[in-house]
Structures are given as C-alpha cells and as structure tokens.
C-alpha cells in the first residue's frame, strides 16, 4: 500500500478556495486498485476552465513529458528516475488521475548529451505542448534545458541534490541543494570523524566543479586543508593515477563526487590500490553514489564509504516500506532506490497538489500554487515547497553496507531550509 497525504499550504479562505484546493487529502491504494478519492464536484472540471493555454489537456487526459538519459554514461543513474516517475503517474492514474483526468506520458531520451537535452525539452514543450516535464538528471543538463524551459514557460520537475546558486520561476528542485548536501555533510565529517584535510575528486562539469568550490570554501572557512584536487571527463575509467596521488597525499577525507558510469572504475580501483575504506584511513564521503550506482559498482567495493544525502532506501519508516514495496512489485525484486529515484517520485505528486491547488493545469497558476505544497507522507518523511522552489528537507549520512544498501548513521533533527545563494559561497 502507497499512502500519500499532502496539504496546499495555504489558508485563504475564500470561496474559490475552498472549491478549488484540497485542504487534505489522505489517498489510500494499492497499485491498480482505487480505495479512496476525492469526490469533489470540480474532480473533472470542463477543459476550458483549466487549460487556458493550449497545453495537451483534453476532457480525459493530460499529457506530461519524461526526460532522462535511458542511452549513455548517465544512464546507470538516471533511469531509476524514469521508473519512479512512472511508477507515481501509475499510481495517480489508479486513484483517478490530476482534475478527473488521466496523466499520459511522453518520453524523450537525453542520451547523455546536453545538446540532446535542450533539443527534446523544445520538442516536449512546443510540439507536444505537455503540462510539465520531469527529468534531467546532471546539472548540465539542467542548465542546457533552463533557457528553453523558460523561453516556451514550461515546468520542469528536476530531482537531482545539485550544487545551488540557482533559482527559477520553471523550476520545481526535488533534490537537495548545497546548504542541505554539501556544507552539512562536511560539518558532520569535521564534527563527529575530527577531519582535517581533504582531497577533492570529481567529473568535469558544472555540478561536480561547483560542488568542491562550495566544498573547499567550507572547509577553509573551518580552518581545515584541502590537499588535493582533480576533475575527470564524463565516463572515465582510469583513476590510478590520482588514487597514487591521495595515496602519496593521505588525507583524512576523500570527498567524491564522480558520476554515473566512471563510478564502477573509480571504487573497483581503488580497492584494487589497497585502500580498505571500512578503515576509515582515508575516510571517503560521497554526494554522487545513490543505491543505483553501488549495483554496477558493487557493495563489496564501496563497503565503508559515507554518503551525504536526504533519503536511503534503508529509511525505516511506513511511508518508504510502502513505497519501497510498490517500487519492486512494479520493477522488480532485485531492485534498488536511490536518493534521486525518491526526488524523481515527489515529482508527480507535487505537480498533481499544485494543480489540484489552482484548480488549472496553466503554468502560471502552478507557479502561484506551488509554494507552501507539502508531502506529509513521502518515502524519506515530510518535504514542504519553499518560495525559492526548493524542497525543505533533512540532511543524512549514511554508511555504505557490503549488500549494497546504506545504514543510516546520522539525521539532521530539523528540517533544513533550502538556501540556493549561500552569502561567501558564490
């Protein structure tokens, strides 16, 4: 069973309000069969009144776009994000779908290029006119997709923890930013493991270069060293080298934050090399290795490692037993969820309570609605939409287990308010 329960937020008490706005909704179902939904009189609204712009929204469905890379390097990453977004359209459609209409989808491959990604986005918005679009998974592919999403005003659903330092009107992030990710984790590594010196390693691009630029002012601001650093082109597979080097370095941290493909290389060698992480000397942390990666990686070559992250498929709690359940009865038994396959779930659902909020699938409504959203019932627990379109969230570490799952170590006790512009790290 997926129960989900999301509140708008809002208190107006005016009398659209109160035909147009769900003030709770508790949806109880098993996938494929309705237990409980709204019978409000505005459930299936005439076209005209919520679909003022052209979008594909008919008397009985409405149109969506997916799009991630399913081809290329990104793709060991990004497609439990496809599974998840459509494992939640299934499950809105069973309980009757977005304003009495059932959620179709369009799927676009980004194949792990950029240009592919601006190139399809335009495709989802101008010529199939979708409603929203839930995808990218790079921040590359974010900011390739930004100007088209923003140009044709569609709305993108991006679920990946980035590096921050952005903040749009057509985007809702799902994901952590650097406030929540990057600067937490570090103060947990410092606090609770005394570490005084790091080695900054990551792919070549945008997020991962941000990333350790919010990382080493961080760390220097802590008074602390960072003794080495070094980027790699997406898909690499040779890392002797610089493993030699953070082996010459011996730094208290390695902090990692190598994508997709390069993953499996990176850790299979540096077992290779002698490093026993369950030693803790080096320590490695990680804000790139989901549960996803670790299947092609394996448990029995990251055991020992931390991660930084909002969410673990290990999360003990009803609303990810639930979820967890209805993944693998959808995908299978052998399947694992990572922290962006749960970002990439939100998804879906916060689209549906902004729609249901405005009563209209019109993007400028969304946008107005979106703020003070709220999902009481997601798998890692509780997230709320900020004004800034960022989700408030909880900051975790978890431990690197050799089944490939991780073991939650620590959880912040509040939520932490997102920050995308943190003032001295831009």
Known sequence: MCIFNYESGSRDNSPVFKRRSFIKTLIAFPLGLILASSTLSWANPPTSEVNTTGLAVTDDTVTVGILHSVTGTM????????????????????MGGVLGRKIEYIQEDGASDWPTFA?????????????????CWTSA????????????????YYPTFYEGLEQSPNVIYTGQEATQQIIAGIDWVVKEKGAKTFYLLGSDYIWPRTSNKIARKHIEKLGLKVVGEEYYPL???Q????????????????????????????????????????????????????????????GENIE????????????????????????????????????VTQAAYLGPWLWKAAVEKAGSFDIDKIRAASPGIELTTAPEG??????????????????????GQYK?????????????????YQ
């Open 239 to 298: 890392f002797n080298s610089v493993i030699n080097k953070i082996k010459l370095k011996k730094p208290d941290v390695i902090y990692a934050i190598v994508v997709g493909g390069s993953n499996v290389a990176f850790y299979k060698q540096l077992k290779a090399a002698g490093i026993d992480l369950t030693k803790e000397k080096p320590l490695l942390l990680t804000i790139s290795v989901t549960e996803d990666e670790i299947l092609g990686i394996g």
């Open 304 to 339: 020992g490692a931390y991660a930084a992250m909002k969410y673990f498929q290990s999360l003990d709690n009803p609303n990810n037993q639930a979820f967890v359940q209805a993944f693998k009865d959808k995908w299978g038994q052998d399947i694992v969820i990572g922290d």
């Open 75 to 94: 793709a060991i990453s990004e497609t439990g994000s496809v599974q998840a977004e459509k494992l939640a359209i299934d499950q809105i459609n069973a």
């Open 141 to 156: 592919s974010r900011k390739a997709v930004l100007p088209v999403f923003e140009q044709y005003n569609g709305m993108l």
């Open 408 to 424: 939650v170590v620590y959880e912040s006790e509040e939520l932490i308010e997102p920050n995308p512009f943190p003032v001295g």
């Open 119 to 135: 190139e399809k986005s335009k495709k989802l918005l101008v010529n199939d006119k979708v409603a929203a679009v839930f995808g």
């Open 382 to 403: 509780y997230v709320r939409i900020h004004e800034n379109h960022h989700l408030w969230s909880k900051t975790r570490v978890g431990l690197a287990q050799k089944d």
């Open 235 to 237: 898909g690499h597979t």
